[in-house]
């Protein structure tokens, strides 16, 4: 896929890796169509993306009819939809069970664990259909990156987030299979421990824990993740695969 005027959709927008990913694709031409809950945060992005064409609407990715609405505000506003970034996602991180000598202190609450389910697995759900079938109706088929992670392979701390990421590489397989005949492809994108705001926030000690365990010895930069998925919108042959890229970090 050639990027020059192609009319991308990047959910999660509005600040981080969806920030830098949209900078990254308008400076190669794009157009996007930026979606994400943060009024504010989606338009300091859109202030700052090269070019022209760009639009943005804030919507709730775990909302089924806000999805709706989103997604037919931006094909309209672009004039039709040639790929979609997912990458919402939200962190509500503890133990499953916490305890000590035999005393159970607390549990993972129902709460903590349905929020991460609805925004980073339904969410990419939702999204993912809306995108495949205007392609379809289209015609012109196109392509969807879902942004899984690495602990989608079972992290400390982590039993929901884990749990959604695993099902959104499971989901990327399964759409390639199912859209290729549609001139779709499908990948997902596993980031490891990256320098955003989120991380940036952390103590520097946790920091300095973290990257002694990455063996490049350092977190990842955004754009690093930014140019995974260019890669992946720029190669045709790519499809189903997920692109782990975490500095030889495997949890």
């Not at 695969?241 to 975490?246: E, K, L, S, T, V």
Request: overall charge negative; charged content about 25%.
């Amino acid at each position: 896929m050639n990027l020059k005027d192609r009319r991308i959709i990047i959910t999660g927008a509005a600040r981080g890796l969806g920030r830098n990913m949209a900078l990254t694709l308008a400076e190669s031409g794009a157009r996007l169509g930026l979606i994400d809950l943060d009024d504010k945060g989606l338009e300091q992005t859109l202030a700052e993306l090269p070019g022209s064409g760009h639009a943005a609407t804030a919507a709730n990715v775990a909302d089924e009819s806000s999805v709706v609405a989103a997604f037919e505000h931006l094909q309209q506003s672009l004039g039709g939809i040639d790929a979609l970034i997912n990458n919402a996602g939200i962190t509500r991180d503890g133990l499953l069970v916490k305890s000590k000598d035999g005393e159970i202190l607390s549990k993972m609450s129902l709460e903590q664990w349905q929020k991460v389910i609805d925004v980073n697995l339904t969410g990419v759900f939702l999204c993912g259909r809306e995108a495949a079938a205007r392609m379809i109706s289209d015609g012109h088929g196109g392509v969807i990156i879902n942004i899984s992670s690495i602990s989608r392979a079972g992290n400390f701390g982590q039993s929901n987030y884990s749990a959604a990421k695993a099902g959104v590489a499971a989901m990327t397989v399964t759409w390639a299979r199912e859209l290729s005949r549609h001139g779709i492809r499908t990948a997902s994108v596993s980031p490891g421990f990256t320098r955003t705001e989120l991380v940036a926030a952390m103590p520097e000690k946790a920091i300095e824990r973290i990257v002694g365990q990455i063996p490049a010895e350092r977190l990842a930069e955004p754009d690093e993740i930014s140019r995974t998925i260019r890669f992946i919108l720029e190669n045709d042959y790519v499809n189903g695969r997920d692109f782990a890229i975490d500095g030889g970090l495997r949890l």
